[in-house]
DNA sequence: TATTGTTATACTCTATAACTATA
DNA sequence: TATAGTTATAGAGTATAACAATA
């Protein structure tokens, strides 16, 4: 009989403690393609929040920015620089609200239309391949899956 | 024949252009479970960061940072202050390597195996609480999902 | 020469308080 | 009085460079 001799070092890390948890798994996969995105999205130099702005305001003209911050769950003081940046940037234009005084209704211009679309394209491209070890149907699971634990 | 009167102001946003990305449910489901967690486990004063890389030492005694770091995908500056901190609080100790004079072997200590017990059960039943509107099922698909985005 | 652990530090992201203009 | 947009600022999270001790 050989005797057990206990090894203090760990060769081998088990890690199933964390990975049996779903909040440990949702952050490292939205970090996989969060850092994926940053990688292919730099030419049009939209990081995730900027690409979810500008594509809800090309998707909805004359939104405020207090229907992007309630719909993207940002806070309105971290909203102004990313709106002023990409109005600076000649993509977006603010006109005033139809009925609101204080509102500005949120547009994106010609030139930001055009670049939406292809990043937008881009967008999608990159999702397929971050999503490459998914099939079509598994991909459209899990997207159902999510948004059932964070929607109400 | 009513004329169809144009209406520049959004009451509904249409939000299908970011909600059809695996990126951004991704990123909201793990926003929405690190938000339960933060709740649920501030009597036991454990971030996520800080409850991973406890468990992971409890459930491999003898690990160093450096695999923790790997682990995790923690940057090895970022993880000093957060084992400082688990230490002072008598969680748990190092231990001089068995074989590299460099690295420390980290371990939990009795109290710390007690505690990091209960946080254990805790982030057991938080997750329970947070995946309620998932079968079993459905939840172990999410789970498996999710980690064939982020592995390899 | 390469690696572990560490310090210092910069940068980004997120959160809070308070102000103005309008509803 | 309440809300939209804004400013200033504090705090948390994440990143790089460089160093001492050991492999």
Redesign the interface.
Known sequence: MTKTVPE???NE??????????????????????DV?LQRMAPYKLR?VDF?VA??I???????SR?LCS???ILPPNLVGMINTLEKRGLIGK?A????GRAN?LHASAEGITLLRQA?AA?LAL?DD??S??TAS??K???R??????QD
Request: charged share 20%; glycine share 6%; aromatic share 4%.
């Open positions: 203090p070092c760990i890390v088990d890690a199933s403690c964390v990975e049996t948890l779903l909040g440990y798994n949702a952050r490292r996969a939205a970090l996989a393609v969060i995105f995730p979810s594509s809800l090309l998707h909805n003209p004359g939104i405020t229907q719909t993207l769950g006109r609200h139809p009925s609101d209704g937008e967008a999702e971050v999503a070890n998914l598994e991909r699971t899990l997207i899956l999510l948004r059932k634990v964070y």
